[in-house]
T-cell receptor, first 112, second 116 residues
Framework: EAQVTQNPRYLITVTGKKLTVTCSQNMNHEYMSWYRQDPGLGLRQIYYSMNVEVTDKGDVPEGYKVSRKEKRNFPLILESPSPNQTSLYFC???????????FGPGTRLTVL | AQSVSQHNHHVILSEAASLELGCNYSYGGTVNLFWYVQYPGQHLQLLLKYFSGDPLVKGIKGFEAEFIKSKFSFNLRKPSVQWSDTAEYFCAVNGMGSGNTGKLIFGQGTTLQVKP
């Protein structure tokens, strides 16, 4: 089944404890992206990757890192999480930057 | 600045009522347009998309949307809603210009509640 998977689905952590949210797609998509969803703000892009060679910041990259060592995986790294990063995170992938994006199930993160 | 505005934040309808959700965007160039739906506790799913051609597009589950370029609008419609349509709906825009980063610009979302 074609899909985008994320792990973990739920995470409660404390300020400053490094964490990684994994994202994997099995559709051979070039483009991958991370968004965060907050009430009243819709979804905002954190980072994106055009392909394994190109990764860049989105609208709200502060406090986040990503890597794209292989096409299928695009982990989101929070080196030192803070409470303002409490949010619902979605990974998405697409054939290219102009095609529709397919979203993962989401990761609900709470930083205490 | 690029933006998407959804006029209705919370809509309550009875089953069989007609639905229209407004979406306007601000973008200085050609765009691709999308409507996504998020059922309670689930991820975003694509309802329909507009890239080019006929401005009236049909999507899944009986939804349709009309792109009116002169009004920068892409309103979502359904003639008769069902209880199972209860969800949050997001309009999104992807700019097509050079240097396109693939970023989807989302509206704030509209919560639709359908009463049985």
């Amino acid at each position: 089944e074609a899909q985008v998977t994320q792990n973990p689905r739920y995470l409660i952590t404390v300020t400053g404890k490094k964490l990684t949210v994994t994202c994997s797609q099995n559709m051979n998509h070039e483009y991958m992206s991370w968004y965060r969803q907050d009430p009243g703000l819709g979804l905002r892009q954190i980072y994106y990757s055009m392909n394994v060679e190109v990764t860049d910041k989105g609208d709200v990259p502060e406090g986040y890192k990503v890597s794209r060592k292989e096409k299928r995986n695009f982990p989101l790294i929070l080196e030192s999480p803070s409470p303002n990063q409490t949010s619902l995170y979605f990974c998405a992938s697409s054939l290219s930057a102009v095609n529709e994006q397919f979203f993962g199930p989401g990761t609900r993160l709470t930083v205490l | 600045a690029q933006s998407v505005s959804q006029h209705n934040h919370h809509v309550i309808l009875s089953e069989a009522a007609s639905l229209e959700l407004g979406c306007n965007y601000s973008y200085g160039g050609t765009v691709n347009l999308f409507w996504y739906v998020q059922y309670p506790g689930q991820h975003l799913q694509l309802l329909l998309k507009y890239f080019s051609g006929d401005p009236l597009v049909k999507g899944i589950k009986g939804f349709e949307a009309e792109f009116i370029k002169s009004k920068f609008s892409f309103n979502l419609r359904k003639p008769s809603v069902q209880w199972s349509d209860t969800a949050e709906y997001f309009c999104a825009v992807n700019g097509m210009g050079s240097g396109n980063t693939g970023k989807l610009i989302f509206g704030q979302g509209t919560t639709l509640q359908v009463k049985p």
